[in-house]
């Protein structure tokens, strides 16, 4: 089975265990090539639903992780969206075919190496409508603040500040609230009230920075 066959076999497979609900979700994970953002001697586990190493002592999520993201976060066509913590460019890559050629992700990652690989693995799958940046995501990202949708890759003590604040209202911010093991929380900001739902208990790495560990 060549690695295409792979790629949708793992979305059915997301489908049937209702991960992915949505057909633009569905499209997105069929048109991103997860192989382009791992490290070549793991290309062949590319679409084993499960986190991948890409160096730094970071992974990249799990397909079915990114997949209940997404749809939490309800993506529109159009949107600027923040991603805190780029990785190797693989979510980024899913959140932009979902915003389309008229929205844009901006996403920051603290470490210079990792985000210059994103750049790169951006680059050769052709995805054009994201633009990486390096350092503190703790913080967020002002210069293009204020933003459709903040979401966070990592595991935060509690809720930065800043990313309520670089929210836009109406917007929803999805963030894994713990110490590793954490709880996925969404904040919806709205008519400027705060609303907290809780979704699913998961696993990342920490988040490191001034508002993190």
């Keep these: 089975m060549n690695l295409l066959q792979q790629r949708k076999q793992l979305v059915e ?5 209702n991960r992915i609900k949505t057909d633009k979700i569905k499209k997105a994970f069929l048109q991103t090539p997860r192989e382009k953002f791992i490290p070549e001697k793991i290309k062949k586990y590319a679409y084993i639903d499960t986190p991948l190493e890409i160096g730094n002592n970071q992974t990249i999520s799990a397909p079915h992780m990114i997949a209940i993201m997404c749809e939490i976060l309800d993506i529109k066509p159009g949107q600027k969206i923040l991603e805190i ?7 980024a890559a899913i959140v932009a075919k979902i915003t389309g050629e008229t929205g844009h992700v901006y996403t920051i990652e603290r ?4 985000a210059k ?6 680059k050769n799958a052709g995805i054009t409508n994201v633009t990486v940046e390096t350092g503190d995501g703790s913080i967020g990202l002002e210069k293009h603040a204020p933003y459709d949708r903040i979401y966070v890759t990592c595991a935060s003590p509690s ?3 800043p990313f309520i604040e670089q929210l836009k209202d109406p917007g ?3 963030i894994p609230i713990g110490d590793k093991y954490c709880i996925l929380k969404s904040i919806e900001k709205k ?3 705060i609303i907290t739902h809780e979704h ?6 920490p988040l490191i920075g001034k508002y993190g560990f």
């Excluded at 913590?85 to 979510?91: E, K």
């Excluded at 470490?111 to 990792?114: D, F, G, I, K, M």
């Excluded at 690989?117 to 951006?122: G, H, M, P, V």
Aim: glycine share 8%; net charge negative; charged share 20%.
């Design 111 to 114: 470490h210079e190496t990792l």
């Design 172 to 174: 929803i911010l999805l």
């Design 85 to 91: 913590g780029a990785g190797s460019g693989y979510h």
């Design 200 to 205: 699913t208990s998961c696993v990342f790495v």
């Design 191 to 193: 008519q400027e009230k």
């Design 159 to 161: 809720i930065p500040p």
């Design 117 to 122: 690989t994103a750049k790169d693995n951006l």
């Design 13 to 17: 497979t997301l489908e049937k265990h």
